[in-house]
């Protein structure tokens, strides 16, 4: 377990479904790992607030695939895909710090929108359910670093990359980014350099 107090590593993270990229720079924004972890172990439903929960409640009962269900089936449902994400996540982490050379310190992970705090005021709520699982996730996440004694920066996808600029000339960013991607090899897409973005505006703090 790191001290909060000590100059180590940061991890940035782009979600995607059960996924999450990676990108581990040093404080001085070198490079030190990259890779992406399965949240969820195969089998286990991705979505289960916007899918199943859906359905629970009667919405989207028309598309293809979708079957009814009781709310607390679903309800049972989310908590056993949450549990599958908590495992996966810490496992993810273990692993990572494991294989870093340098101590890990924080982490940072795209800022979660205001939604219920429960399962059925997620489904319940037509708003919430639709991003209620990349949520779940993402705390998954988190709560995993602050296991490990991480600090844990929610970034503004927004506002990402003006604040990871600060610590280059604007126009050099896009040039380290693509410096950094012919570094590591493939794949550097998108999610990769907004995890880096992340992990470099928090490196700063």
Same mark, same amino acid.
Request: proline content about 5%; glycine content about 8%; some cysteine.
């Given at each position: ?64 695939? #979708? ?11 989310? !908590? =056993? $895909? &949450?549990?599958? /994400? @908590? ?57 995993? #670093? ?11 996808? !927004? =506002? $990402? &990359?003006?604040? /990871? @600029? ?40």
């Amino acid at each position: 377990m790191n001290s909060r107090g000590e100059r180590g590593a940061i991890v940035g993270v782009t979600e995607h479904v059960n996924t999450a990229v990676l990108v581990t720079l040093g404080p001085d924004g070198v490079l030190l790992d990259r890779r992406t972890i399965l949240l969820t172990e195969p089998g286990v439903p991705t979505h289960p607030h916007h899918h199943e929960g859906s359905w629970a409640v009667g919405r989207y009962l028309k598309t293809p695939g #979708a079957r009814r269900m009781s709310l607390a089936a679903a309800i049972a449902l989310v !908590e =056993r $895909v &949450r549990d599958s /994400a @908590a495992q996966g996540a810490r496992a993810g982490l273990d692993t990572l710090a494991a294989a870093t050379a340098m101590p890990i310190t924080a982490i940072a992970i795209r800022a979660c929108p205001d939604i219920p705090s429960t399962i059925e005021g997620r489904i319940a709520d037509h708003r919430a359910q639709t991003v209620a699982d990349s949520v779940m996730y993402r705390e998954a996440l988190a709560v995993a #670093a602050q296991e490990r004694g991480w600090v844990v920066h929610w970034y503004d996808r !927004e =506002r $990402v &990359r003006s604040e /990871a @600029a600060t610590r280059l000339d604007p126009e050099d960013l896009d040039a380290f980014l693509n410096a950094m991607g012919r570094a590591v090899g493939p794949p550097w897409r998108a999610q990769e350099k907004l995890a880096a973005m992340a992990a470099l505006a928090s490196t700063h703090r």
